[in-house]
């Protein structure tokens, strides 16, 4: 069963950054494409980056040149790099794992879901 724990977000004044982790266990992370997906009061759970299992990397218009996925494998870890921070970032984000990659978009696991972490940008 796949295990997976956000971390990092908080409280943060427009312009800052944030780096947000997702811990996973039970699943070679190596083998698996990866995402990150938020989701404000509101509004659907949209896609934020992802990354196949050779590292390619796509990224929602909004946070292109802003955003920055990654991975450890060696650490079963995920982490999202959050700089230039808008009030409009503002969500619980959440990582997934397993999901299908493509050039365009990437098609979460449903059954692969952290907790959430919550992101507030404030003005």
């Known amino acids: 069963q796949v295990q997976l724990v956000e971390s990092g977000g908080g409280l943060v004044q427009a312009g800052g950054s944030l780096r947000l982790s997702c811990a996973v266990s039970?699943?070679?992370?190596?083998?698996?494409?990866i995402g990150w997906f938020r989701q404000a009061p509101g509004n659907e759970r949209e896609l934020v980056a992802a990354m196949s299992s050779g590292g390619r990397t796509n990224y929602g218009d909004s946070v292109k040149g802003r955003f920055t996925i990654s991975r450890d494998n060696a650490r079963n870890a995920v982490y999202l790099q959050m700089n230039s921070l808008k009030p409009e970032d503002t969500a619980v984000y959440y990582c997934?794992?397993?999901?299908?990659?493509?050039?365009?978009?990437?098609?979460?696991?449903?059954?692969?879901w952290g907790q959430g972490t919550q992101v507030t940008v404030s003005s």
């Open positions: 039970g699943s070679t992370l190596w083998i698996n494409a």
């Open positions: 997934n794992v397993g999901g299908t990659y493509s050039i365009s978009t990437y098609y979460p696991s449903p059954a692969n």
